[in-house]
């Protein structure tokens, strides 16, 4: 069937107005917001039903079309983008934004796959419910895509990552068949945990239409703190200090260096640098509590109390207000895009055994100095579970092309410093393309065919995200 009647086709299952065929029309589809990773496409699907996605995916099967399933657009590492030669259709799930059903008392939610992350939190919040995944975009992420890279995020310190907030999936087939298990059981011991193939599968193995999810207690009340200090040595002791006092009320760590700080508060607006001094390194602090019997002001002051005795602060800021805590975090979240103001930057999502951070980041910042004179390290990220954003941007004046041809040399260099680590090379951010060809390097033979062997089982004509992970 030629592209003229395969669109036809299509219209037919969605409506016209949702297959997108001119270039203005698929122009957003068609690239990362990095602009690492741009492609092409005969069209874009918007089908707006799980029916349709079926319908959709039935017809590409039998004529043989290439999908490349697509959420919010914001992933990291290309597993969304389709290839430059135009021989992959895009099947965006954004349409499929319901909350399908809230369970306050149960402390679950079904939605669809394409409702944003933000949009989940505030559905949650107007039950006094909380859904724990925080990340920088989701104000645009879509649940489906969370999913579908088992996403992260500032909160896994005590909440764990995306695969430890479903309870049940409904999903796509490469035949067209719906699996419908979107349960919302806590414990359920019947046969192979199926949600768990898909959830981390970017795309490959099926199309998530709909997620059943956990939901916990609103915090009663929050302290939000920033400190300055000296290193990542002295940070890992402040972490191990509160994590003693506050446990799991421990909700987020976030190391930040002086660089970064620099960037957000020159190119991110309503960010303006809070201390009177500079430092070299910063640590984010965010302690809940569930109920209001506990005082985590308290608790949040005897640990500050104790690590300025044991000499690990130099400087600390309590947010007196939601205002001033949003605030901090606005710093944070600002750190990925103000990168983008300085240049190019080389970017790496890498995790280390949380006691081998301030080594790691001690070697791996000398290595890419000696390798790219001039360059400025703006390693940042979740130190409280190992996962550090190690990006480097460009040396002043450089030219960024010719920077960013520097990208897999100095990968080498990184990656070989966490594999000296017994770390990974993707915490958070998935395979997609810009790491495919590095996983069979980390993974096992043995590794490598069980995941072939999960491909082909289930998608075994490659019709899905073909040549992202394997």
């Known amino acids: 069937?030629?592209?003229?009647?395969?669109?036809?086709?299509?219209?037919?299952?969605?409506?016209?107005?949702?297959?997108?065929?001119?270039?203005?029309?698929?122009?957003?589809?068609?690239?990362?917001?990095?602009?690492?990773?741009?492609?092409?496409?005969?069209?874009?699907?918007?089908?707006?039903?799980?029916?349709?996605v079926a319908e959709c995916v039935k017809l590409a099967a039998q004529h043989g079309l290439k999908v490349v399933p697509q959420g919010g657009n914001t992933g990291l590492v290309g597993g969304q983008i389709p290839n430059p030669d135009g021989s992959e259709i895009v099947l965006s799930l954004s349409r499929l934004n319901k909350i399908r059903h809230i369970d306050p008392e149960g402390y679950t939610m079904v939605v669809d796959a394409g409702i944003t992350l933000q949009a989940i939190h505030d559905a949650a919040e107007k039950h006094d419910r909380l859904f724990p995944l925080t990340l920088a975009s989701q104000g645009s992420c879509e649940i489906g895509g969370n999913i579908a890279t088992n996403a992260g995020g500032t909160a896994v310190l005590s909440y764990g990552n995306t695969r430890d907030l479903v309870l049940g999936l409904e999903v796509v087939l490469a035949n067209g068949e719906v699996w419908e298990g979107l349960r919302t059981l806590r414990k359920d011991n019947t046969g192979y945990d199926l949600k768990q193939i898909f959830i981390g599968s970017e795309g490959t193995l099926g199309i998530i239409t709909g997620a059943s999810l956990k939901l916990y207690p609103a915090p009663a009340s929050v302290e939000v703190a920033l400190v300055a200090l000296d290193s990542p040595a002295k940070a890992l002791s402040l972490f191990s200090l509160a994590k003693s006092h506050a446990g799991n009320m421990l909700t987020g760590f976030e190391l930040m260096p002086q660089s970064g700080m620099q960037f957000v508060c020159e190119h991110m607006e309503q960010s303006r640098y809070p201390f009177e001094e500079q430092h070299p390194w910063y640590v984010l602090i965010e302690i809940s509590a569930g109920t209001k019997d506990i005082d985590i002001a308290s608790l949040t002051e005897t640990i500050f109390t104790e690590a300025f005795e044991a000499d690990l602060l130099r400087d600390g800021l309590l947010a007196q207000s939601k205002a001033q805590a949003a605030d901090f975090w606005r710093l944070r979240h600002g750190l990925s895009e103000a990168q983008k103001f300085e240049g190019g930057s080389i970017k790496h999502?890498?995790?280390?055994?949380?006691?081998?951070?301030?080594?790691?980041?001690?070697?791996?910042?000398?290595?890419?100095?000696?390798?790219?004179?001039?360059?400025?390290?703006?390693?940042?990220?979740?130190?409280?579970?190992?996962?550090?954003?190690?990006n480097i941007t460009q040396p002043k004046g450089a030219d960024k092309a010719e920077y960013l041809a520097k990208w897999d040399d100095v990968n080498r260099v990184v990656h070989g410093i966490v594999a000296s680590y017994n770390g990974s090379i993707s915490a958070e951010h998935g395979i997609g393309i810009l790491k495919r060809d590095l996983l069979a390097e980390v993974k096992s033979e043995t590794e490598m065919n069980m995941m072939r062997s999960i491909k082909a089982a289930l998608d075994p004509t490659n019709m899905f995200n073909p040549g992202r992970v394997l």
């Open 1 to 52: 069937m030629t592209i003229p009647n395969l669109v036809n086709a299509f219209e037919s299952i969605i409506g016209t107005a949702h297959v997108l065929v001119s270039d203005s029309d698929k122009a957003p589809f068609l690239v990362e917001w990095r602009d690492k990773f741009k492609g092409a496409t005969p069209m874009v699907l918007r089908p707006g039903s799980t029916a349709e």
């Open 349 to 390: 999502d890498v995790s280390v055994p949380v006691a081998k951070v301030p080594e790691f980041l001690e070697e791996a910042i000398a290595a890419v100095k000696e390798a790219v004179p001039g360059c400025r390290p703006v390693p940042f990220g979740h130190m409280g579970d190992g996962n550090i954003h190690f």
